[in-house]
Nanobody, 125 residues
Framework: VQLQAFGGGLVQAGASLRLSCAAS????????MGWFRQAPGKEREFVAA????????YYADSVKGRFTISRDDAKNTVYLQMNSLKFEDTAVYYC???????????????????WGQGTLVTVSS
């Protein structure tokens, strides 16, 4: 599977933005999907993940309650809805995936071996 993220942009603090990640290939439903981000001068960090079924999700504490990850297997797409954006959310956001034989277990924040290119999100204060 190949991934392509888009939807980034410049927004003011408090605004919302939705990122999308489109996957190619016919086995999208076999992959756990995740979002990561890398701010200037910082290491890449985990943001959110969704299980193959879409019913189990996992979030970094810094985004819990503000961000929502979801997937639409019919469209081979995973989304990251970002609300109440803060200046510190500014980063390049990457989507990622790993194959899993488990449909509904809580997804990991590690083990991702397929990565898309990033999309820049800039939040002005």
């Amino acid at each position: 599977v190949q991934l392509q993220a888009f939807g980034g942009g410049l927004v003011q603090a408090g605004a919302s933005l939705r990122l999308s990640c489109a996957a190619s290939g016919r086995t999208f439903s076999s992959y756990v999907m995740g979002w990561f981000r890398q701010a200037p001068g910082k290491e890449r960090e985990f943001v959110a993940a969704v299980s193959r079924s879409g019913r189990s999700t996992y979030y970094a504490d810094s985004v819990k309650g503000r961000f929502t990850i979801s997937r639409d297997d019919a469209k081979n797409t995973v989304y990251l809805q970002m609300n109440s954006l803060k200046f510190e959310d500014t980063a390049v956001y990457y989507c990622a995936a790993y194959f899993s034989k488990f449909v509904a277990v809580t997804p990991n924040s590690w083990g991702y071996d397929i990565w898309g290119q990033g999309t820049l999100v800039t939040v002005s204060s």
